[in-house]
């Protein structure tokens, strides 16, 4: 759920909803990837096993299948959780990414809203519909509490990117998503949607940062029924965080003011670590190999400290 490093010249340590940061001289990022799992931007308080170093397996692979897509910040995976890379300065803009009329933009939808983010919406649709052309739909991002959508004229004449480096973003957004739809069709997955982010190096170079195409970031379908589901009004067979968002709903928890998170006994616990492992095997076509769950935070600090000694 945690860590501690101690790192040779460790400037700074950011713990985000899932992932602790630790910043280095030399322009250098530690990231790790926890086992804490956040829904409605609130962090539930019991981890999920192994989904730390499922997120960052995967996307380790997806970088690496992107990298001739979007130049991006990482430079090696020493541990299972742990990604190394080049430090930048993060656009304050999630590029969200929609296929398919799905969890935020179909709840916007049904409350009768035909606009999301400035982007026009159809009338019409039913959810889990496709939509014509994939439609971005940015988030601000916030340092605590819920992002807020925001559209891109808002982004650009508030100068939080300027209109020149937005473009770029757009056009990595759509090829990233192209690519990331492909990946999934080999393996009979839909990628529904996604978010990727970016930031700038010192030498002025936009790069993609974070995590991409996870279940953390990212919603999937199975191919396979998609069509008769639609026909039937059935809902869709998905590997995503979803299903965790609609057990709290579920459980009366929208993360609203007032309202209390439900408790998760342990079968709940291991059948979210199920669903995890299972989105890796499917999404990467590879089997999954569980790490041991002993001595987790000295096997990072080993690790991370054998690669830093070896630059």
Not at 21 to 36: F, G, K, P
Not at 147 to 161: K, L, T
């Amino acid at each position: 759920m945690h860590t501690d490093l101690k790192l040779e010249g460790m400037q700074s340590k950011y713990t985000g909803k899932v992932r602790e940061v630790y910043r280095l001289e030399n322009d250098l990022l530690v990231m790790v990837a926890t086992d804490r799992l956040s829904a409605f931007d609130v962090v539930l308080p019991k981890g999920i096993p192994y989904k730390g170093q499922i997120l960052n397996q995967i996307a380790t692979q997806m970088l690496a299948a992107t990298a001739d897509i979007a130049p991006n910040w990482l430079m090696a995976s020493p541990d299972p959780n742990v990604s190394i890379g080049k430090a930048c300065e993060p656009f304050k803009v999630e590029m969200v990414i929609r296929g398919y009329l799905t969890g935020h933009a179909a709840r916007t939808y049904k409350s009768g809203l035909r606009s999301l983010c400035g982007v026009a919406l159809p009338e019409g649709m039913r959810e889990n519909d496709p939509f014509v052309q994939p439609i971005i739909t940015p988030a601000t991002k916030a340092e605590e509490g819920h992002d807020e959508d925001i559209s891109r004229e808002e982004i650009i004449a508030q100068g939080i990117v300027s209109k020149e480096d937005y473009e770029v973003l757009e056009q990595y957004t759509y090829k990233l998503f192209e690519r990331g739809t492909a990946i999934a069709k080999k393996q009979g997955l839909i990628l529904v949607d996604t978010k990727y982010e970016f930031g700038k190096t010192k030498d002025g170079e936009i790069v993609l940062i974070d995590e991409i195409h996870t279940p953390d970031s990212s919603r999937y379908f199975y191919e396979e029924g998609y069509q008769e589901r639609q026909a039937q009004g059935l809902a869709q067979k998905q590997l995503s965080k979803e299903f965790v968002r609609q057990w709290l709903i579920s459980n009366g928890f929208q993360g609203l003011e007032g309202q209390t998170l439900p408790e998760m006994d342990d079968d709940r616990i291991n059948s979210i670590s199920e669903r995890y492992i299972e989105l890796f095997e499917k999404i990467t076509g590879t089997n999954f190999v569980r790490a041991s769950l002993e001595n987790v935070a000295s096997r990072i600090q080993t690790n991370v400290e054998s690669y830093l000694n070896s630059l």
